[in-house]
Every structure is written in C-alpha cells, then in structure tokens.
Nanobody
Framework: VQLQASGGGLVQAGGSLRLSCEAS????????PAWYRQAPGKQRELVAA???????NYADSVKDRFTISRDNAKNTVYLQMRELRPEDTAVYYC??????????????????WGQGTLVTVSS
C-alpha cells in the first residue's frame, strides 16, 4: 500500500491548483497527513499539515494561500493552492500514517510517502 499524489502541472503565476493524496488501497485512512515540497537544489520542507481535527499548520510562505483539507469518506487529503508564485515550483509530496481496520484485523503503516507530483509556476 502506497500513497499516491496527483494534481500537479504547469500554471501561470497567480493561478491555482489542487493536489490530491490517497492510498493505493483507498480503504486505508490517512492519519496525521502533511504535504511537503522540494525545489531543485533545496531541502524538502513542510508546506502544510493536519495536526488534529480542526488544527492545521502551514509554512509561513504559504499561509493564506494554501489550504490543506481532508475528505474522510474518500480517505483523501487535498492541498488547495491559490495565488501561486514561481517560488512555489517544486515536487510536492504527501506524507501520512496509514491505517486500516476490518473486524479484529488492524494494519498500520507509519510515515508513508507518496511518489511526488511536480508543480511548475511560470512567471
């Protein structure tokens, strides 16, 4: 079971994109989900995270422009990105702990990473 990120692409500055992240087996719930990004030549950085119900955390550079959210019915986490800037260009990765419970069976995968989706913002 792996995380799958999608929704990246090429957009002009000022535009919007919405990234999605779900497990390859969508019966798995995403716990403590977060989005990271890595620009060329730079370290991977935290962009946004859901700490707990109703509590989120954002990097200063994306506050008021990006919104992380989740759809528990779909076991999917989103990153809505608005007012994109060229400096937002990066590969975006989702990260979460995965869990699945069925009867007495419980399976957990800690610290799973998606394959990354490229966001390119042109000036």
């Amino acid at each position: 079971v792996q995380l799958q990120a999608s929704g990246g692409g090429l957009v002009q500055a000022g535009g919007s994109l919405r990234l999605s992240c779900e497990a390859s087996d969508n019966m798995y719930r995403l716990n403590a989900p977060a989005w990271y990004r890595q620009a060329p030549g730079k370290q991977r950085e935290l962009v946004a995270a859901i700490i707990s119900a109703g509590l989120t955390n954002y990097a200063d550079s994306v506050k008021d422009r990006f919104t992380i959210s989740r759809d528990n019915a779909k076991n999917t986490v989103y990153l809505q990105m608005r007012e994109l800037r060229p400096e937002d260009t990066a590969v975006y990765y989702c990260n979460a702990d995965l869990s699945h419970s069925e009867g007495s069976h419980y399976h957990e995968i800690l610290g799973s990473w998606g394959q990354g989706t490229l966001v390119t913002v042109s000036s």
